[in-house]
């Protein structure tokens, strides 16, 4: 089998040729170094590439399946992590100069889950620094390219993630979503990218940003791929109190439950907001008229509270955020700025080691939680985050899924909201109510914009939501919109082309 027919075996097909002898693990992640080698150049979707520990890895598959042993549900599938998730004895920075240098001495519950399922494990993916961000700019090393375009951003803060399944460098990734991730990065490089019920995965290993909203999930480039990774993460953890302690079930079976009797519930009000891009809404029409067609239902929903959830979160974040940062001083791990005293040396350290995005959300979430700020800002976005869980339990009562748009664009040019934070939080606008409320959330590839003299045809993604631990559900229409359409089987430019040649206009890729 060629180089190029192998990346584009699905991951499932890959660990079944693997299985079968038909392939071997060496062989498979030969292709995939190589597709690597031609896209990382322009793309810089790795921070760091595991060359080694992946032929190793590679290699024990291969000699494991020559003993006659049984391998894994993942043997030999190339799968690359984001840069926040612990590998024990691989470099991991949370995207950031304040960890350069720090090689965790102990195993995440994701890489070893993987591992123990026979998944080859790539290297580090690049990452907004510590998850915040929307477009992998927040960075102190060089931003992700979309494999699309280059001039355009690949959404963040997994855009890393969502690059590098899109342009076939592994056959699937992981991310995490706090606040829509995974989500609309995926939206943004046309791949799927699958948020679970928050404590549906463990956060065993993955470096916290905001904790009651973090939680770790699959990129892949098709709904199936993703519940097979989902059904090796998922599962009680005893390593992580907030991990449910529930059956796992059989994600990929769910995939073939189809959408008929479903009924889909529509935030109208949502889609008449300023700032949606007209491309964006169409598709999100027509995903919808293929879900119909499948079998589900359309019903209106109300979502009162819905207008609050950007600043509720962004109260919430930014004060865990606070809290989950102080730990980075200089003297325990990572990074370190010796001056005479030990104020001197947190205050040297931090100022080198963190970007200005993340300074701003440390002071944000300091300001929220002093004592003369809490009951104002903190304690009342407390209150605004139960309204908004409310509502969605109410939605779902006459409902079973919740359909929204995963970006309010296609996409935008690199630089060009990276100078407006509050542009760039409303990138998440539809995205948060899923973290806020603990749901299960998918992103699917909806089709390309057109394009235009001022924009080229960009990746559009559609948001499904479910209640906490429905998964089922969420993948039953999820796999009913692929398996009704081609959109999945959509792929970028190969190789992708310089991201210097004809930079686009800043104001071409923003919404209408």
Known sequence: MTPNRIIELSA?????????????????????????????????????????????????????????????????????????????????????????????????????????????????????????????????????????DPRYVPGGSSGGSAAAVAAGSCAAALGSDTGGSIRQPASLCGVVGLKPSYGRVSRHGMIAFASSLDQAGPIARDVRDAAALLQVLAGPDPLDATCVDAPVPDYLASCDRGAAGLRVGVHREALASEGLDPEVAKAFEHALAVLQDAGATLVDVELPHAEHAIATYYVLCTAEAASNLARYDGLRYGARIARASLRETYEATREAGFSAEVKRRILLGTFVLRKDSYAAYYGQAQKVRRLIARDYARAFEGCDLIASPVSPVPGFAVGERSHDPLTMYLSDVFTIGANLAGLAAISIPAGLSAATSGRPALPIGVQLMAPALQEPTLLAAAAAHEDATDHHRLRPPDPPRSATASEPDPGAGGAS
Request: charged share 25%; hydrophobic share 45%.
């Open 12 to 148: 499932r097909a890959i660990a079944r040729h693997v299985r079968e002898g038909s392939l071997r693990a060496t062989e498979v992640l030969e292709a995939f170094e190589a597709r690597a080698d031609a896209t990382e150049p322009v793309l810089h979707a790795y921070l760091l590439r595991a060359r080694d520990e992946a032929r190793t890895a590679a290699e024990a598959i291969d000699g494991a399946r020559a003993a006659g042993h049984p391998l894994g549900a993942l043997a030999g599938v190339p799968i690359g992590l984001k840069d926040l998730f612990v590998i024990e004895g691989m470099h991991t920075r949370a995207g950031s100069r304040i960890l350069e240098g720090w090689i965790p001495p102990y195993q995440g519950t994701h890489a070893a889950r993987l591992l123990g399922a026979g998944a080859v494990i790539t290297g580090k993916l690049a990452m907004d620094e510590f998850a915040m961000g929307s477009s992998n700019e927040n960075t102190p090393y060089e931003p992700v390219r979309n494999p699309w």
